[in-house]
């Protein structure tokens, strides 16, 4: 790219950088001639499309080397090892060729079924079966082995069943001796234990039965453009909203963790792409569902001699047909990666995105020339930097000329075609929602891999930390403004968006979820600049925009007068609140904005509604507070705060580093305000360092300590707590604390936790 942009001569750059939306269609123009006499830039196409040059594509021979060195390793009982060969190898073997008269696809999968088994992931090695008799139905190695598995699950009558099939297809004698005296002993287990069959529910999520969504109101607002309303009171913790993505895409760190499809966590039994060797699925069903072939075309007779009864008959149907649900395919969005290069592992996730909902709306019949008018989403163009503005049209040539070499589709290529795919990835850079998921706990590497935990080994406190899984654009949840007080808490299950409110919400009252920052969690000119850069806009929250008591105490200072409650604060701060441009008539004002918190900080504001604040004076009382030397004390305690934090990484925690950390904490309880976020996030480290040591009873008392002032920067309904008070019930939970029990309650009450 840097190669490409290098080379755009001082007078077309220039041209990209004013253009409008209305003359982009001219400059697009002009820079596609530009790159349509240039062999650098034709090269770069084909090395992305070429399916000969394709990185991506399937390798029979690495297959088959991965497939020798799982056995090597089955053999060597390196069972975790001899998983992650033959999860290559099924990477790379084509879905068509035989290894010593067999399918290699379906060996693999019977191969990966045993170390499953050896693992005890029988479930996992079961699937694996059932893919393995999808392809090839007289496979007796795995119908053997599916009736293993059946019977390590207790499912004697299935195990009886594959048992009974695999020596109908067994050839060798031995080997149908073998397959006889296994069906005799699981046949007695079978008659002792007059076990019926166990119905498994695999990849099925059992959501809440909701009421009937609520209908939302879509209107103008006087600055924000268009925005949600409720059309009616609002009980908290409602359902206001569900939508599938348009177009996703998984994010680049989990490209190896998570299912490209749905962006759950990856079974040991993951399915890969059936035309490439890159994307990874949970199950088959994502596979499908995302563009890949069914791993068999035709249901054909399965061949096994001799008398197969109505009954055995229907049940090897069953198994070798899969589930139907499997076709059921919404649109194949990677089916037009998999011709050469991967794109979405080289493009940014923005570019990759921005070919699938054009290749999407493409499918639907919308013409090129529609597809702004078609998506009805805004957009920053005006607002991108100059700098990015060049990369941002050479990109939109590229992804044009790729689409049209894969999917073979009649994509205008002129100036007209690459502006509105300019305009695409503005209105993707504005609307486009981060899908988050919880941190699964096997976070800690390869020895849980397989999900076994010792419970002994897992930090006490829950984990509430979240991975950005994936970025995907909602049509209808786009409209939802932000505010930096939001009162709509989105999350995610696999891809599906679902918002709900998380406070009583009035009729005709904006709902507003937060694009990222929050009151309580970044001061306002933070706030202000993260969304600048990365939205293109200029809060117009009410938090933003009239002063209020948590962006006062975030970073405040503590009065020097004895026991006066006043807040000091620097000059970053004073300067980014006198910018405020609308200003409460009281100090009475704040309160009922924020009506949890006292207002006994401030003094009586003036009539004309300003704050008189100046940066190192208290706002209460006046004092004067030297705020170099308090900066100077908070770096010094902030030196063995991170000691800490360093040896609980390292798991070396010495009373000493203990004993300095909370000396530090007395240094910032006198220097800083009472609420200010600081000491809350020193508080939490020191409950997280006290569990590690042992100490439950001063790690629940820093945990409340923590809570106590978020609740006075957040509210006391807000999710932060909620997160907190799961994490001080699992500790109070380890020491059998009946208080855990009301903390939990009073998280689910006020509807903080899902
Ligand atoms: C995802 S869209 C929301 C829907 C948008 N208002 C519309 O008419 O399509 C995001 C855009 O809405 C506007 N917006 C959302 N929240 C805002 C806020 N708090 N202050 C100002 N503008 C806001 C900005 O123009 C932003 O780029």
Known sequence: MEKLKSLVPDSLKRMVVESTPDSLPLTCSSLLNFFSDMELFHQMVRDLTDPERALCGKNKDAALELKQKG???????????????????????????????????????????????????????????????????????????????????????????????????????????????????????????ESSLVQHKENELDLLDEPDQIKLKCVITPNKGRGMVAPSDIPPASLVHAEEPYALIISKHCRETHCHYCLNDLPPDKVSCTSCSIPLYCSQRCQIRAGGQMLRNHPVKHGIQGNISHNLDTYISEITLGNDSESDVDFPEHKHECQGVHWPAVFPSEIALAGRVLIKSLAARSPVANFVDMLNLSHNYPQIHPESKLELHIYSIILLYCLQHSSRTELLLNGASIAQIVILISQIRVNSMTIFRMKSADVNGPLHQFGKFSHSEVSLTSNVEQVKVGQAIYRVGS????????????????????????????????????????????????????????????????????????????????????????????????????????????????????????????????????????PGYCLKCDSYCDLESSFAAVNRAWISITRLKDTMVSGEISSTVLTAALNSLCLLRSTLHAYNKRISEVEDILAEAFCLVGELQLAVDHCKTSIEILEKLYGPNHIVIGYELVKLSSIQLSMGDRGAVKNINRGKLSKLVQ
Request: glycine fraction near 4%; aromatic fraction near 8%; hydrophobic fraction near 35%.
């Open 479 to 614: 409209l939802f403004n932000h505010s930096c007080q939001p009162n709509i808490g989105v999350y995610f299950v696999s891809r599906s968006l679902f918002i709900r409110t998380t406070e009583f919400v009035a009729v005709g009252c904006p709902l507003e979820l937060s694009y990222g920052p929050q009151v309580g969690q970044w001061d306002c000119k933070d706030r202000l600049k993260f969304l600048k850069d990365e939205y293109s806009f200029r809060c117009e929250c009410r938090a933003c925009a009239e002063v209020n008591l948590s962006d006062l105490i975030l970073n405040a200072f503590h009065c020097v007068s004895p026991n006066c409650p006043g807040i000091v604060l620097d000059s970053c701060v004073v300067n980014c609140e006198k910018q405020k441009t609308r200003h409460v008539q009281s100090a009475t004002g704040i309160s009922t904005l924020e009506p949890y918190m006292q207002v006994d900080m401030l003094k009586c504001l003036p009539s004309n509604g300003s704050l008189p604040i100046d």
């Open 71 to 193: 056995n090597q390793c089955f053999l060597n009982e390196d069972y975790g090892s001899a998983l992650t060969c033959y999860s290559e190898a099924l990477r790379l073997a084509p879905v068509d060729v035989d290894d010593m008269d067999k399918n290699l696809v379906a060996a693999l999968y019977v191969n990966r079924a045993s170390v499953l088994h050896k693992l005890d992931l029988l479930m996992e090695g079961r699937r694996d079966c059932n893919r393995a008799l999808q392809i090839s139905q007289s496979y007796a190695k795995a119908w053997y082995r599916r009736g293993k598995m059946n019977a390590s699950l207790g499912n004697f009558e299935d195990a009886v069943h594959d048992l009974n099939i695999a020596k109908k297809l067994e050839l060798s004698f031995s080997g149908q001796r073998q397959i006889e005296s296994e069906l005799r002993i699981i046949t007695d287990m079978f008659e002792r234990t």
